[in-house]
């Protein structure tokens, strides 16, 4: 079954790099997957974190677009809950007038960061101004057109394509309704009961399958792929009033639970789903799950922090694709 392949990327700062050479590192990665055939490259936005960059996926996406060429670009995603919806959908109307038809609008629902940058983001932010539903709808509106007696301006003749993401059925129903798509976050969930009921949801309502982001990588050989991603963990501190959240570490769930103000909660750690191996390894997982699951794209988040790792993975899997579409 054929699919298309786009990727996400962190900005990941490996060991004795700064924050300025992992954003130089992302957009190399952009440069690749523009010349090499990836149909989207996306930004994610994480705050406060000393291993990401990634704090603004607005600005990176207006610096890659300038500097790549077919490829389409955005937001995975914008944390809404932090911002005003009128000057995001002013933001991405600029840049889908500068780049026409290339510019996607990926929305998240987590906070992205430890609970001191979360603090500091709504500082100025009632609780009813944190609202995601009715931000959602209001974003929608005015990328359509005037709303609350305001327009936006410039008024793109494209607007960006917009997206939902999230790991639920709730996320799934909520995107379809809006009229957006939907990515899946595989690369974060990795439960195919819970995927398969997500995929569902949204294309009962929508008609079609959502996107599906996992987490990938490619190496020349397997024992290389098993030494870059065989210690990843997800550690989640689940706190006694139910809230939980997913980090790379005992170190960073306990410095987020210090910083949430509670030492009442506990830790879950579990190994993440990372589909990997060699580049043929990766592509045999996805056409599996592409026959099982309909899908017809998906969104690769590649786990490994170090800029040459990172490029060669993207050069082998797309360069597998086409020699397995020759």
Known sequence: MAYRLSLL??????????????????????????????HRFWLAEHHGSATLASAAP???????????????????GVLLQHYAPYKVAEAFSVL?????????????????????ATRALQA??????RE???????????????????????????LPERFLLGSSTDSAEQAARLGWGFVHAGHQDGDPATTRAALDAYEAIAGHRPVLAL???AAPTRAEAEDRVGAL????????????????????????????????????TRTPTVLS??????????????????????????????RTARLASIDLIAKWARRAAA
């Not at 990327?9 to 700064?18: L, R």
């Not at 207006?62 to 937001?75: C, K, M, N, P, W």
């Not at 100025?124 to 101004?129: D, G, I, K, V, Y």
């Open 124 to 129: 100025e932010l009632t609780p009813a101004a």
């Open 215 to 217: 987490t990938s990588f």
């Open 277 to 306: 191996g060699t580049a043929a390894d990766v592509h045999g997982a996805l056409e599996a799950l592409a026959a099982d699951l309909g899908v017809t794209e998906f969104i690769i988040d590649q786990p490994v922090a170090d």
């Open 9 to 38: 990327d962190k900005s990941h700062i490996a060991p004795g790099v700064s924050g300025a050479e992992a954003l130089a590192a992302t957009v190399a990665a952009a440069r690749r997957a523009d010349e090499l055939g990836y």
């Open 233 to 268: 963990r997800i550690v989640r501190p689940v706190f006694a009033d139910g809230h939980s959240v997913n980090l790379p570490s005992e170190e960073a769930a306990h410095e987020y639970a210090r910083q949430y103000g509670s030492e009442d909660y506990r830790l879950e």
């Open 96 to 116: 889908a007038a500068l780049a026409p038809g290339r510019v996607d609008l990926g929305v998240g629902k987590s906070p992205g960061g430890l609970p001191s």
């Open 132 to 158: 995601l539903g009715r931000k959602l709808t209001d974003l929608e509106a005015w990328l359509n057109g005037p709303h609350r007696e305001a327009d936006i301006q410039p008024r793109p003749a494209l």
């Open 58 to 76: 607005e600005i990176m996406v207006a610096h890659i677009l300038a500097q790549t060429r077919r490829i389409r670009v955005g937001s995975g």
